[in-house]
């Protein structure tokens, strides 16, 4: 158990995911020290606003030296619990949920997989990325006897509502929806739908400014 | 050939970007109509701010009665260029990138795939998604007789900075990076990082306020 915290506003968590991801990329080109005024620019925010979101992490910068990477990153990560162990069921293991299982979670995020579910008897009773693949039926019971912090959604839109009927009755208060169904599920439960589309979204903005040439209406 | 627009900064594309993809799941629930701070509400954010992106994207909407969810929904659309259509190339067939060429990007977001590329030969010369996979090496031949605005790379952080090389060589203007890898570009090039762990980062912070039990030190 730990303790409880004051609520962080969205778009600050957010912005400190963004600042984040970053920050593992500059640690992977062996930098060591960036300032908040250098953090801002990369992302295009006020350097006042990075640091009123870095300073809620508990972050002090030294002026002119700027913050080390590696403490901002574990201040990021502690803020967002990331350095905690959350246990997560995912439900629907064809190819999204696949790739989902296989992706490195538990080193950066704290998720850890503890089993997966799928209503087709076919792709059950398998592992995947040492996951073990169950029968949703099998849910209820798999429930009452493990701790689950998180459930996955990542089947179609139109069975994502069952499943997320299933996820709220047997207790999972977060819930991360990666169908494009919007889920009704009852105040005490957090939904967050993953929304990898907000970098395609600057990305074609870019290409319709920068006037790229052979952009034809769609013709369907 | 569309014509250029005034830059927008990426934190409104990136607020515009969760609008739409809340609008699409009102639509789903039959709703036709949100006021400003409705919407607001619902993403938490400063009913000023939203209704100052809303105008951006040449929005006005009317007093009391709010916005139509279909107006907003296409407004924001032509504002991102997902009306248009972007050819787009995926390098790296694996779990996430066969999820990606089964998404369906080009109803809702103007993506359309015309090949993907991929090293090991094992992948190649098949269909996915009715998208022709083709070995790494045949991709300048391909560039030369296709346009292509988008490069999407899937493959593993260590091949990543090969392949956005490969891209910016044939010319392509945008890349999507769904790998760790920090790309190195130059500066015509416009790069942005997938970060799907946004909505995570919410989840698991909620979740660390609203002392849950059970979440154990990382073992590892």
Not at 100 to 108: A, C, F, Q, T
Not at 134 to 148: D, L, W
Request: charged letters at 20%; a positive charge; one cysteine or more.
């Amino acid at each position: 158990m730990i303790s409880g915290k004051i609520k962080a506003p969205a778009p600050v968590i957010r912005r400190l995911s963004n600042y984040h991801h970053l920050l593992m990329g500059l640690r992977q080109r062996q930098i060591q020290r960036i300032s908040s005024t250098a953090l801002a620019e990369m992302v295009e925010y006020n350097p006042v606003q990075v640091r009123k979101d870095l300073q809620l992490t508990g972050l002090i910068g030294k002026p002119k030296t700027g913050f080390l990477i590696d403490e901002m990153e574990d201040a990021i990560r502690r803020f967002m619990g990331w350095e905690l162990e959350f246990q997560a069921v995912l439900f629907g293991v064809g190819n999204l949920g696949s790739a989902l299982l296989r992706y490195p979670w538990r080193e950066e995020h704290g998720l850890r997989f503890i089993a997966a579910f799928d209503s087709d008897s076919a792709r059950c009773n398998i592992l995947v990325n040492n996951i073990p693949v169950y029968h949703t039926e099998y849910f209820p019971t798999f429930s009452a006897e493990h701790e689950i912090h998180i459930g996955i959604v990542a089947v179609p839109a139109g069975a994502a509502q069952k499943v997320a009927d299933l996820l709220i009755k047997e207790g999972i208060k977060g819930i991360w929806n990666f169908s494009h169904a919007h889920l009704k599920t009852p105040a005490h439960a957090t939904v967050e739908n993953a929304v990898f589309t907000q970098s395609l979204a600057i990305l074609t903005r870019r290409l319709v400014e920068s006037q790229v040439t052979g952009l034809g209406k769609e013709s369907s």
